[in-house]
């Protein structure tokens, strides 16, 4: 084994928090692909995103409820996994911050990382064996949003990270995911691998739709909960207390992560 390979793995007690899980089907601490969980805590990803008008407690609500949702279905993954909130990331924008990022979990010894965030509501659905074989077989991977803009997953190996050139891509615009599929069929040298089209959530409309056409599961239901039955089909008005919003969204995890509407 190489010293690349023999890097200390991060541990709980690390500026980064390793989330747990039940299952060890696809690995084991010690496996080469790392699940990075590049997410915002849900009291700033309600403020930013506003999903319910201005109604800063009930933003917050939902905010949390997809983070749980998020979070689980990233510890059920089998996979090690690394949290990077809002406080522990580092830099000027999001580029900046999920490349280093992405470059700390390369850093702490792992060979492939699939960055993901908080805002797909279909993030349990994915494969991630799947996704972790073709990292092995050499082919990025990456998860469209709707409407081919955005992404929910990227999946890289260490040789394919570029991290200036991976900063500098158009997170925070409608153009990310076809210079983002660009840039790694060039680094990698191999078309990525496209998984399932899948919707993220960024704003009230999405919101909406989500609970019209998802009457099942429980992130539906605990959704229903936070909001009421009225929600889904009207508009909610906003409150007399307005709060300012923070940033721009991203089209990336989240702030797919890995999002700004035009």
Request: net charge positive.
């Amino acid at each position: 084994m190489d010293e690349t390979r023999c890097f200390r793995r991060r541990s709980p007690s690390s500026p980064h928090c390793i989330l747990t899980s039940r299952r060890t089907a696809i690995g084991t601490p010690d496996a080469d692909t790392a699940i990075l969980f590049f997410s915002r805590r849900p009291e700033r990803e309600g403020l930013n995103k506003q999903l319910v008008g201005q109604d800063y407690a009930q933003s917050r609500r939902v905010a949390a409820a997809f983070y749980d949702h998020a979070r689980r279905a990233v510890a059920d993954s089998g996979l090690p996994a690394i949290e990077v909130n809002g406080a522990q990331q580092r830099g000027h924008d999001f580029g900046a911050r999920l490349a280093n990022a992405v470059a700390d979990a390369f850093a702490a010894g792992y060979e492939h990382v699939i960055a993901v965030g908080n805002d797909c509501p279909a993030l349990h659905e994915v494969d991630w064996a799947a996704v972790t074989e073709q990292l092995e077989a050499g082919r990025p991977v990456l998860g469209p949003t709707s409407g081919h803009d955005g992404a929910y997953l990227i999946g890289l190996s260490r040789g394919q990270f570029e991290h200036a050139a991976f900063a500098a891509l158009p997170w925070t615009t409608d153009r990310l995911f076809p210079a983002l599929h660009r840039h790694l069929a060039g680094t990698a040298r191999a078309a990525p691998v496209r998984l399932a089209v899948r919707d993220d959530v960024n704003e009230p409309a999405e919101l909406r739709a989500l609970l019209r056409r998802n009457r099942a599961g429980a992130l539906a239901a605990r959704l229903r909960r936070v909001l009421g039955s009225t929600h889904c089909t009207s508009h909610v008005p906003a409150p007399s207390t307005t709060r300012p919003v923070l940033e721009r969204r991203s089209r990336a995890p989240p702030y797919s992560s890995l999002l700004s509407r035009r």
